[in-house]
């Protein structure tokens, strides 16, 4: 009879384990198992919520990309004049700021300021037509 009640506490002890509630008898490394699965879960679930708002924000962010890349191209198409006029005036917008930084230390703002100004006068011009 004895040897049933030792069977029967050791089947309710490892009933108590696998289930994850701690019974009486429960010990320090049982305890420690638990907060370690229930930290496990709520990193699990953490990591899982932030999968899921990188891809959102990936989504949202492709579709917004490809709406404006679908303008940009539709745009050039039907105005491709002054697609060229704008690209050229942006080139040469970029060549004068780069040129200004290799050249040193010399202060060339008296030419670059009204350059770079009257390309911007003159995209804006042809955006407005």
């Known amino acids: 009879m004895e040897v049933n009640k030792n069977q029967s506490d050791q089947t309710t002890g ?3 384990a696998s289930t994850g509630t701690s019974g009486p008898t429960s010990t320090a490394p049982q305890k420690a198992r638990e ?3 229930e930290i496990s879960s709520q990193v699990q679930g953490a990591y899982d919520q932030s999968v899921k708002a990188v ?13 404006t ?3 940009a191209m539709t745009y050039g198409r039907d105005n491709p004049g002054k ?3 704008i690209a050229f005036g942006a ?5 004068v700021l780069l040129a200004s930084g290799l050249v040193g230390r010399r202060n060339n703002s008296h030419i670059t300021e009204p350059l770079v100004n009257a390309l911007s006068q003159v995209a804006l011009a042809f955006f407005r037509r």
């Open 14 to 16: 490892a009933r108590l």
């Open 69 to 71: 890349y679908d303008q």
């Open 35 to 37: 907060v370690a699965s």
């Open 91 to 95: 080139g040469i917008g970029v060549g």
């Open 55 to 67: 891809g959102d924000a990936y989504d949202k962010t492709s579709e917004a990309l490809t709406k």
């Open 83 to 85: 697609l060229t006029m």
